[in-house]
């Protein structure tokens, strides 16, 4: 793995921290390929169940793409999933949370948004600033965003490339949590809850969350039924286990199979 981004692994949570602090953690073409090469990696991992991605550094979570990189080369890069190797990353069912140490712009904020959980820093600030130096937010901030918030407050993010601190976002609705304390360890304690879960039921809902989201309400509730991640949830060890724990009135024991 690239000292740009470093992987380090805490029984079943991988924590992908992007190690640019003197770029505020912009990514250049490399740190684009370390991202996607560590979000692969943890998809591909069984024993892996539950991510966090944050910044290095108290100042930024991510600045977006490196535009000193763009204006020296011409090019703006990103990998064949998307921006950090999430934004376009179809069929990742585990789930992952944004730990927001600082600023997150342009592709930091679509990468944010591309997680599950976002948990802030209190002096985490966002913005989708793309229409102020000439682009637009291709990394996902145009469709995702909306979604989130509703088509106004987006547009009035969207259109102005505005600042939004943390307080505004959780009042809008994009983030979870506030951290009062260290960001990285109340993203921590999310993990902890998600991981209490049966990881095979987290994953066929996040699978049912995200197809429903463009499907009409009838359809997804009959579909539901025969996604991927649902039938593998039905046909494992831990669809027998949970039932079992609870009549023992035990703690049960997840296999993730």
Known sequence: MSDLVTVTREGALTIITINRPEASNAL?????????????????????????????????????????????????????NGFGGLTERKGLNKPVIAAVNGVAMGGGLELALACDIVVAAAHAAFALPEVRVGLAALGGGIQILPQVIGAKHAMGMLLTGRRVSAQEGHALGFVNEIAEGDVLDVARKWAVEILAASPLSVRATKEAVRLGLSTPYDQAIADQWNYPAMKAMFASEDYVEGPKAFSAKRVPEWKGR
Do not use: R, Y
């Not at 591909?44 to 490196?66: E, L, N, S, Y």
């Open 28 to 80: 250049n073409n490399d740190a684009q390929v370390a991202m996607n090469a560590a979000f692969d990696a943890f998809a591909a991992d069984d024993d892996q169940w539950v991510a966090i991605v944050t910044g290095a550094g108290p100042k930024a979570f991510c600045a977006g793409h490196d535009l000193k990189q763009q204006a020296a080369s011409g090019e703006l890069v990103s990998p064949p």
